[in-house]
């Protein structure tokens, strides 16, 4: 099968990249065929992996002290402090021109409740290069290159909108609120999420709930049947799951310490070329659903010899 070729120049101010992939290739059937194994169609995924989780977690620290800070989400209200963080990955020609350290924890043109769902689409009249084009956050910047090198040489696919995302224990009243933090991303087969816990505590749960309904979550429904599920992201392995289902975290009680967690994004069916800025699709598309390339661990290459 010839690759479909997406050149980014040719996308237009009005459409992110994947909006474009959508209109200019087959994904939306290639979507619709390709099925996933009983081992990807379980709640939450237990991605087997070989990394040193510790390592990360020392990583991080360096990483963070070098930053400086960690911030919270940026909002036409200014910016959220419960949920901090700092970008992985950032896109040089973002159109609010943000601090590459930050460009991943939202914009100044949206109010919070509007990041929770990707909400009203036809509401962004420029889309690319914007908070809402993840496809535009595949550059990483020097300093965290050089904290983080180890970990992004062996995945398989182009990472995409990623972040170092921490919860603040000390922020209690609001991360145990019944309405802390429920959202919904984009479909895997845009934005392919691997979640890698470096410290929490047992307080901690995640709450993913296919019913869920509020005012800022669009009435999308990820298809197939209901599905609820509740339970504790633990240090020491790595989980992907569905994130077009509505999913929060939140804590039940008072934690003593904050949740740090490596919110990694790819691109599972194109790969990025930066020196020609094209996006190809790879062996993958209409044939490996990507929630199987997390279940079977081929979002990582293996360990150089």
């Known amino acids: 099968m010839t690759p479909w070729v997406v050149p980014v120049d040719e996308v237009p101010a009005t459409r992110t990249v994947w909006d474009w992939i959508i ?31 510790e390592g990360l977690g020392r990583a991080y620290r360096h990483c963070a002290d070098e930053i400086g800070e960690l911030r919270g989400f940026t ?24 601090d590459p350290y930050y460009s991943t924890l939202g914009t100044p043109r949206n109010k919070g409740g509007e990041f929770f769902a990707l909400a009203r689409p036809h509401e962004q009249p420029l889309r690319k290069n914007s908070y809402w084009d993840a496809y535009g956050f595949n550059a990483v910047h020097p300093l965290i290159t050089r904290h983080f090198a180890c970990l992004f040489d062996r995945f398989s696919l182009t990472l995409i909108r990623s972040r170092a995302a921490c919860i603040r224990h ?24 691997l979640n890698i816990p ?3 505590a047992p307080e901690y749960l995640m709450e993913i709930d296919s019913e869920r309904r509020h005012p800022s979550i669009p009435q999308r429904s990820a298809g197939g049947p209901p599905l609820y599920w509740r339970g504790h992201l633990a240090v020491g392995r790595c989980y992907s799951w569905d994130t077009q289902v509505a999913h929060r975290v939140f804590a039940e009680g008072s ?14 069916w194109f790969d990025f070329d930066p020196e020609h800025r ?7 598309y209409g044939r490996v659903h990507p929630l199987d390339l997390m279940a079977s661990g081929a979002v990582f290459r293996p360990p150089s010899a």
């Open 255 to 268: 934690p003593d310490r904050d949740r740090v967690h490596l919110v990694l994004g790819f691109s599972p």
């Open 75 to 98: 909002t036409a209200e200014g910016m959220r402090s419960a949920y901090v963080g700092f970008s992985l990955t950032w896109n040089p020609h973002h159109i609010d021109r943000l």
């Open 170 to 193: 000390t922020e209690r009243e609001r991360i145990t609120s019944p309405e802390f933090m429920w959202h919904l991303d984009e479909s895997p087969f845009c934005n392919l999420r």
């Open 23 to 53: 209109e200019r290739t087959d994904v939306v059937q290639a979507m619709r065929d390709v099925k996933a194994s009983p081992a990807a169609q379980v709640p939450v995924i237990q991605v087997p992996h070989d990394l040193d989780i």
């Open 198 to 200: 470096l410290s929490s």
């Open 278 to 284: 094209v996006w190809t699709s790879n062996a993958h």
